[in-house]
């Protein structure tokens, strides 16, 4: 789940790390002018889950809290969207703008912290990234001044190791994939304070915490969803539509990865990432072509690429779920299909039965993941 700014900067503020002063305003609400007054500045902030806003003209600054209005007006213009809440923030003086992130290293499974100075806006384009690996699962300020001291001058060094030393322990807490802090503001008195946050928090640990916490988040994940998104988890899996060329269908969030990859270095970015959803049936893929004949019939789709890799459920009942699928009426796009089966799945119906059974059907199949994605590249590009 993935916190907006206001959500993220008071779950950071339960954990002890300063934020500004600043009020959530619901559609049409006005600032309550004695709240805010003596503020030395101001920023209005959209609240919506994407960053780069302040490009997009939707982070606004103000001197006089009778600017507010026209702010509001540039920001919701820009947005066409009036229901979008907004946090009124005082501006906070900024010595220095620090990008701090605790992030998940994909490949060595363990938390890396990443620091860099400027922060800000552009902070893609920074060359000047620390990277500090976790030890043993844990980042220590010993750990980590050494690498900020190439960065700052040894006085915001110290203490940003210290500060920075803390985020583990937060993520831990928080079930936190992503903790990062981008622009952290350096203070005329030498605080830190956090001016954006983006949080990322694991789903499959929503158990653990309250259910109904960061309603403005939730909101505002409801609403980024697109009908066919809201559809499939009804039916029991997770569909994230992209902008992509052919409708991917799958199970299971690794294997979508890999074959989006897969597709993207052969020229065919995908329009559809699948996943399992906590606590939903066990097989969904009947629900999942059901939603994929919807996206393929859409006219900037070029194909269909199915790829299944089973080990324990029946290979019989997944291919004969497929094959009366594309029995059931034309299908609007090509079909490419990826069979890996293996152990259990295959005592009814062997890998090379199944393949056998689909082009009997006129389907492309393969058993090769590779040689799926090249072939359908070779008929779709
Ligand atoms: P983003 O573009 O979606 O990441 O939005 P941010 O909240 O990071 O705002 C964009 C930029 O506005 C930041 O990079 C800062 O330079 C600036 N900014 C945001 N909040 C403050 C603040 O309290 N004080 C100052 N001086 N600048 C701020
Ligand atoms: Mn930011």
Redesign the pocket.
Known sequence: MRLA?VDGKALLRRHGLAG?CGILLGAGEEPPDALARHWPGY?L?AQLLE?????RG??R?FDRLSDFRNARRLILATLDDADTPLLL??????IR?IYVALRIDGSKQAIELLVAPG???DIEQTTKLARIPAVDGTITAEMIYPAVARLFPTEIAVRLARYAARLPEIARQEDLELLEI??L?LTQDGGFIV??AKLVRDDSAAFRHDADEFPTSRMLGERAMTPLEHSARDLGFRLVETAGDVVLVTSGAGLAMMMMDLLADHGLPAASFMDNLRGAPDETMVERLKIARFLAARPNIKGIVFQTVIASRSLAERIDALCAWIEAEPLPKPLFVGVDAGHAATRTMSTDQAIGKLRALGVAAFTDPVALVKAAAKALR
């Open positions: 700014e500004p920023f902030k960053g780069g806003r302040g490009k939707l982070v600054r923030e005082e501006a906070v003086p900024v703008e922060g800000g806006e981008n622009p503001a001016c954006d």
